[in-house]
Nanobody, 123 residues
């Protein structure tokens, strides 16, 4: 059974940091790109960052560039999203997703999704 399980969300003050984790199982992790997405209340789900299957390429949305860092530990089948200098507008449910054939931030191109973890940034 394919599973993606996010963790690490929580409540943090503006300017603070959180590290999200995405633990994958049930598929060949090394063959999949992993993306992080977020959805705020009343808004569409948007791409935040992604990492290629090899871990050699990363991509960030402009809104998080310079503040967020994506990384992977293939030995642990886990992808991380380090979020620094958090802003209230980063408040959302954060999801990770896996794609066998696509590398990018198009939500429709991902095959498997986790259940999400809530991130709340207070001002």
């Amino acid at each position: 059974e394919v599973q993606l399980v996010e963790s690490g969300g929580g409540l943090v003050q503006a300017g603070g940091s959180l590290r999200l984790s995405c633990a994958a199982s049930g598929f060949t992790f090394d063959n999949y790109a992993i993306g992080w997405f977020r959805q705020a209340p009343g808004k569409e789900r948007e791409g935040v960052s992604c990492i290629s299957s090899s871990g050699g390429s990363t991509y960030y949305a402009d809104s998080v560039k310079g503040r967020f860092t994506i990384s992977s530990d293939n030995a642990k089948n886990t992808v991380y999203l380090q979020m620094n200098s958090l802003k209230p507008e980063d408040t959302a449910v954060y999801y990770c997703a896996a794609s066998r054939t696509y590398y990018g931030l198009d939500v429709y191109e991902y095959d498997y999704w986790g259940q999400g973890t809530q991130v709340t940034v207070s001002s």
